[in-house]
């Protein structure tokens, strides 16, 4: 693990750096890094740019507010505040964290960083952060940090501020693997369920960035088709330290782990020969599982316990729309070969959509029911609304002008609204209905009952009894014990 590189300093006349004021933020705890929300996993976005600061010499402290409480000590110690923003939910408690601590802390420069920083870079400078961050964040936040100490104007390509908006950087740099010292123990972060047993899970990402431009997806404003693979040996540093941690699964949380079928290949063939006992399970694209379809059994060999694929919805249409780059027929292909290859797949949903009818919704669970999904579907995704972010490539779609409205700041997103009051009606009793299954430890298939009994209801019919698909017994699939959302 890198090594704070802190300088011998001889001579304090002729080194500028020993300037108190230079060298505040290199004291211990002067920078905070915080992290709200990374679907209950180990937090990247604290552990990529730790790394990063400690091989320049500086000790930030870390927390992450997901499971821990705000230390208010750390808060007013703090010359520098980092918010890791990965995602919507992160941005929306990350703008709360900020407006709390700058209560606590008036003078403490303020930087969010991460996908949804960028995209929301002119909104957060409106009077929320000092400095915004987006793209490949590791290298530009650094620099930021080093101008701070040296007391330099912090107009620096890649960062944002109230002076200068700059765009993201969108190139890879090298740098050391990422750094989890400090951090909560995998103990306290979500697990793996499977066989009736719980195991302690660790994070890792071969990727970052996507090739594809699907338009419902925040990543192309931001990289526009761009992708860069993790060296292979940076990415198993991270995953050794975490199976030494007592990591017996890995999740890899690339946005698609098939972006770079050649490198997942090496990288698979290196993390099985040294991690021969420990598991995984990845996110991968349709159009991937059917063009790659060689990889699978590879895959399924080398400990893969499931696939997550966003399959959106079953109708071809709406797919179109979104540029997803398969149909309902490319989803049913790639069901039947991770079967054959023995990986389970776990698909997820976009189910309400401007665009989307009460029947799509009701195919949509008849599916489910009728293939044996039950148990390969978090109760959550039932639930899912499109979102709209700033900037979302879909603001430019001709068959989103119709819903299109003003961006809501206090929501982070563009409102809309469908043309069927029984969609919004119902989307929001689903949410209910899956928010209090899962809080009461339900299991999949009760849930799934509620939400088909709540949407033949709003059709004006009575669901089916019984439902095939759920048999007694029926054992759950793999998976982890926080649901995927955004």
Not at 328 to 343: C, S, V
Not at 431 to 446: F, Q, S, W, Y
Request: hydrophobic share 40%; charged share 20%; net charge neutral.
């Amino acid at each position: 693990m890198p090594q704070a590189k802190i300088p011998t300093i001889r001579n304090p006349r002729s080194n500028p750096s020993c300037d108190p004021r230079r060298q505040a933020l290199k004291a211990e705890g002067r920078v905070l890094l915080l992290s709200c929300y990374e679907l209950g996993h180990s937090p990247m976005g604290l552990a990529l740019p730790q790394a990063t600061l400690r091989d320049a010499g500086f000790l930030p402290a870390m927390q992450d507010l997901s499971i821990e409480r705000l230390d208010p000590d750390k808060a007013r110690r703090a010359k520098f505040l980092g918010i890791s923003v990965p995602m919507h939910t992160a941005l929306r408690l990350g703008v709360r964290v900020a407006r709390h601590i700058r209560q606590l802390n008036a003078e403490v420069h303020i930087c969010f960083y991460g996908l949804y920083a960028g995209l929301n870079a002119a909104h957060l400078l409106d009077g929320t952060a000092d400095s915004v961050i987006g793209g490949e964040y590791r290298e530009p936040l650094l620099e930021l940090i080093r101008a701070m100490e040296l007391g330099t104007p912090p107009d620096l390509d890649g960062v944002s501020t109230r002076q200068h908006l700059h765009p993201a950087r969108i190139a890879r740099s090298p740098g050391p693997p990422p750094s989890r010292e400090g951090l909560p123990p995998l103990a306290r972060h979500a697990r793996l369920a499977v066989g009736g047993e719980q195991k302690l899970t660790g994070y890792a990402e071969a990727t970052s960035g996507c090739k594809h431009q699907c338009l419902h997806c925040p990543i192309p404003a931001e990289y526009n088709g761009r992708f860069f693979a993790v060296p292979i040996d940076a990415v198993m540093h991270d995953v050794a330290a975490q199976v030494e941690a007592g990591a017996s699964h890995i999740t890899f949380g690339d946005p698609d782990f098939l972006n770079g079928p050649t490198h997942a290949r090496r990288l698979i063939g290196a993390f099985h020969d040294s991690f021969p006992r420990v598991t995984f399970d990845i996110t991968a694209k349709v159009e991937h599982l059917l063009n790659h379809r060689s990889l699978l059994p590879v895959l399924a060999d080398a400990g893969c316990l499931f696939i997550v694929t966003a399959v959106e919805t079953l109708n071809d249409r709406i797919l179109a729309i979104l540029d997803k780059g398969h149909t309902r027929g490319d989803f049913l292909a790639a069901l039947q070969l991770t079967r054959r290859a023995g990986i389970p797949l776990r698909p997820t949903w976009l189910p309400f959509t401007p665009w989307s009818a009460l029947e799509d919704y009701l195919d949509l669970l008849h599916m489910v029911r009728d293939e044996g999904l039950i148990h390969h579907v978090d109760p959550v995704q039932y639930a899912i609304r499109l979102l709209v972010p700033a900037r979302s490539p879909l603001l430019d779609s001709p068959a989103f002008a119709p819903f299109k409205q003003p961006f809501d700041v206090e929501a982070w997103a563009h409102p809309w609204t469908h043309p069927d009051p029984r969609m919004d009606a119902l989307q929001a009793e689903v949410a209910g209905l899956v928010e209090t299954h899962t809080k009461n430890g339900a299991p999949a298939p009760a849930a799934f009952k509620a939400v088909l009994a709540a949407a033949y209801a709003a059709a004006g019919a009575s669901s089916p009894q019984p439902l095939p698909g759920d048999l007694p017994g029926q054992p759950p699939a793999p998976a982890l014990t926080e649901s995927w959302f955004c």
